[in-house]
């Protein structure tokens, strides 16, 4: 009978109880010793006496330098772009042109100082002269 719970030719019950226990056993076995592996290799916690409420106040921190610097380049090329419109009468461009500018060196600000942008960093060269590439 095909569809019988009873033991078959290897003498195995139909059920495979016995096998996925044996199955669930070996699981948990390889599944203990991966935890165990991946807590031998995370790294310690540091303890550096801070109190843990900190963390919100670095995060607030970080904001307002990140908006201030922003908020930098938008009024610094604002400010530009007015004295240039003053003193060279060409009322609106140079505020318009400057405004711009002045956003675009606050993302870009922005973006240098949340390290999503690396710095431009000049190579040194040898005493023989610029590096071929």
């Known amino acids: 009978m095909a ?8 003498g195995r019950t139909g059920s495979g109880d016995q096998d996925g226990n044996a199955r669930g056993d070996d699981l948990d076995k390889r599944r203990r010793a991966l935890e165990a592996a991946i807590a031998a290799r995370r790294p310690e916690p540091v303890d550096d006496g801070k109190a843990q409420s900190t963390g919100g106040l670095n995060g607030i921190g970080y904001a307002l330098r990140l908006s201030s610097e922003f908020i930098a ?4 090329g604002a400010g530009i772009g007015w004295f ?7 009322s609106p461009w140079g505020l318009i042109v400057f405004l711009l500018l002045g956003f675009v060196a606050g993302v870009l600000n922005v973006l240098r100082s949340a390290g999503l ?3 431009h960093r000049i190579r040194k060269q040898d005493a023989d002269g610029p590096k071929q590439e």
Do not use: K, L, M, W
């Open 84 to 90: 240039i419109d003053r003193f060279a009468g060409t």
């Open 3 to 10: 569809g019988s719970n009873g033991p078959d030719e290897t």
């Open 117 to 119: 942008i690396a710095e």
């Open 73 to 76: 380049g938008v009024v610094v």
